[in-house]
């Protein structure tokens, strides 16, 4: 699929202003989540799950709601040959500081609680959530190959941010042997979530 660049929802009044930078034929879009700018492309496999409020994976505090999700990339990752840990709360200061300054417009830009990193700290799988009276909209993405970053630093007008963005992130081709491709990856989280959420 053709790269695009998805604004979090507290980003929207950049909408204009990105898309004026992006290539021509490019998307921008702002989802219903919070959360940084992201990079779309056929480098990440991503899904998008809504939960009912009394379901276990949303119980307790905000940060939490992200375990569950965290935690089936982390295995899933695992029986396709990628190492990979759910970040938990109590280490996210620490492992921000060890990859260096943050980059606070950007979603892979920092870290948060259960996100799913590589045992430098780098980011894998990013998450992010909305919710709602009526229900909780949980979204991961995961980084297959190595995505764009120039692209995207240079769409939000910041391409000083380009080698932090390297710095802070990994995919699945820099940590594994023999790394999933992105349909086997998408096949695979597909057959996960099934048997997890029935």
């Known amino acids: 699929r053709d790269p695009a660049i998805v604004l ?35 480098w990440m496999v991503s899904c998008s799950v809504v939960l009912p409020l009394d379901h276990p994976w949303v119980q307790g505090r905000l940060p939490d709601s992200y375990h569950g999700l965290g935690q089936l990339h982390v295995d899933l990752l695992s029986n396709l040959g990628v190492p990979s840990t759910a970040l938990p709360p109590d280490q996210v ?21 259960w996100e799913v990193v590589d045992a430098a700290g780098r980011k894998l799988v990013g998450l992010a959530q909305r919710r709602q009276r009526t229900g909780v909209l949980l979204v991961a ?35 594994s042997a023999t790394p999933p491709d992105v349909r086997q990856l998408a096949r695979a989280l597909q057959q996960a979530l099934g048997q997890a959420l029935g």
């Open 8 to 42: 979090g929802c507290s980003q929207r009044a950049l909408h204009a202003e990105v898309a004026r930078r992006m290539p021509q034929g490019m998307d921008v879009l702002v989802r219903p989540s919070g959360g940084g700018a992201v990079l779309t492309g056929p």
């Open 93 to 113: 200061d620490a492992c921000n500081a060890r990859t260096g300054p943050t980059v606070p417009w950007a979603c892979y830009g920092s870290l948060a609680p």
């Open 141 to 175: 993405g995961t980084l297959v190959t190595p995505p764009e970053w120039a692209l995207l630093c240079s769409a939000m007008g910041q391409p000083q941010d380009e080698a932090a963005m390297r710095r802070r992130t990994v995919d699945c081709t820099q940590i």
